[in-house]
């Protein structure tokens, strides 16, 4: 197999329901806290942080009842009815925030790059689909939720927004937090409502594989949940949004999670929990705060995001199903592969169908600042590469 050749086929009526791109794990670079210690410090305020965070809230918003400031959690609650729709209706941006210092500190913690591969025009609405998820999808926060990584001086005149499950807006003061920076909950009428906007200039982010593909993400192997993903799909044509794929190197190297292989004990649980509570509950560690073998801080690693280009979409207010078919294989075909030659992903991309694995020991020797088609041809190629179907 030619580097940067994906066999077709995986992409058929015959593939599972899982796109697996194979990586070799580099060196892990020096886990400890290096530099600033405000870069550490300031992973504790981050939004993907959320479960802590949820839980302090909670404790504040119900604390605060049981003592002589109880007017402050009952005047909130009142304005918590009276703002209950802002999540479905493009949130509340605060730039200020999206601009803070501290998501410097953060950038340059792991440190997160964001590439551009082409333009966006700003009188178009964009829906853009992150991969992968990763356990807590820190890329995706940094990049889209503040402008750390310069995304506004990239892509001129565009506003991003991320969706977020429901859940996390029903968490008093964390959701007033989190709309700050332009999530917005993941459900179809907030989608409608940012890309029916006629002025144009907003791209819509969402993380096709959600939690469950958080249950995958581990270091060295990222899968993506994307061939039964469709909904999506069907949203860019009724609005007429143009796609855009995003691809984050780095997410699955973030955090070790317990092996939880499909079909395992461990697995069953918690896919059992997800049907009830909505939420994915993987099994993960990284580094403490005064330690590195173990605690919920991310490690170093770094994180690249690319942002590929954008698929033109014509507007269909019913698309059918043929429709919504034809467009998700062609956005497949650009996250993977376009025309025999990778354009969106740096590394070999395969598939894992039934019982057939595409592995490959290629990997990048660095990251261009622009062009993936340059991403794709390293300066020196790897003098053995094995390659087994």
């Known amino acids: 197999m030619e580097p940067g050749h994906v066999r077709e086929r995986c992409f058929g ?30 992973i504790l305020h981050a939004a993907p ?12 918003f119900v604390g605060l009842l049981f003592t002589r400031f109880w007017v402050v959690s009952v005047l909130y609650a009142a304005w918590w009815y009276r703002d209950r729709d802002t999540p479905r209706q493009g949130g509340r941006p ?9 998501w410097k500190y953060m950038r340059d913690y792991f440190p997160v790059t964001l590439v551009k591969t082409a333009e966006l025009d700003p009188s178009r609405n964009y829906l853009a689909g992150f991969h992968p998820h990763g356990v807590l999808a820190a890329g995706a926060f940094v990049n889209l939720c503040t402008e750390s990584t310069g995304f506004p ?11 977020m499950l429901t859940l996390w807006f029903r968490v008093p003061f964390f959701r007033d937090y989190i709309m700050s920076g332009g999530l917005v909950t993941s459900d179809k009428e ?20 959600g939690a469950q593909e958080a249950l995958n993400a581990r270091p060295g192997d990222s899968t993506l949940l994307l061939r039964n993903r469709k909904g999506f799909i069907r949203l860019a044509l009724m609005h007429g949004a143009a796609l855009v794929p995003i691809f984050s190197f780095g997410e ?3 955090f070790d999670q317990v092996e939880n292989s499909p079909g395992s004990w461990l697995r069953r649980i918690q896919n059992r929990l997800q049907k ?21 801080i991310p490690y170093r690693q770094p994180i690249t995001t690319v942002v590929g280009k954008p698929i033109e979409v014509q507007k269909t207010l019913c698309p059918s199903k043929e429709e919504v078919d034809k467009l998700h294989q062609r956005y497949v075909k650009e996250l993977c592969a376009a025309k025999g030659d990778t354009q969106i992903l ?44």
């Open 49 to 60: 942080q959320n479960e802590q965070q949820t839980q302090i809230c909670t404790v504040v």
């Open 13 to 42: 009526t015959r593939c599972d329901s899982w796109l697996r791109v194979k990586v070799r794990r580099q060196a892990p670079p020096e886990r400890a806290l290096a530099g600033p210690d405000l870069q550490g410090k300031s």
């Open 276 to 296: 009830i509570m909505g939420i994915s509950l993987p099994l993960f560690h990284g580094r403490g705060v005064f330690q590195y073998s173990f605690g919920f």
């Open 94 to 102: 605060v730039q200020a925030l999206r601009r803070c210092f501290l």
């Open 252 to 254: 699955n190297e973030l």
């Open 190 to 209: 907030s989608a409608a409502h940012i890309l029916s906007r006629k002025e144009g200039g907003n791209l819509l982010a969402i993380i096709v594989g």
């Open 346 to 389: 740096p590394w070999r991309c395969c598939c894992l169908a039934r019982g057939t694995r595409c592995r490959s020991n290629y990997q990048p020797s660095r990251f261009p600042s622009s062009g993936l088609s340059a991403l794709m041809s390293p300066t020196s190629p790897p003098k053995e590469r094995r390659t087994t179907c």
């Open 153 to 163: 001086l990239l892509f001129p005149g565009i506003r991003s927004h991320l969706m």
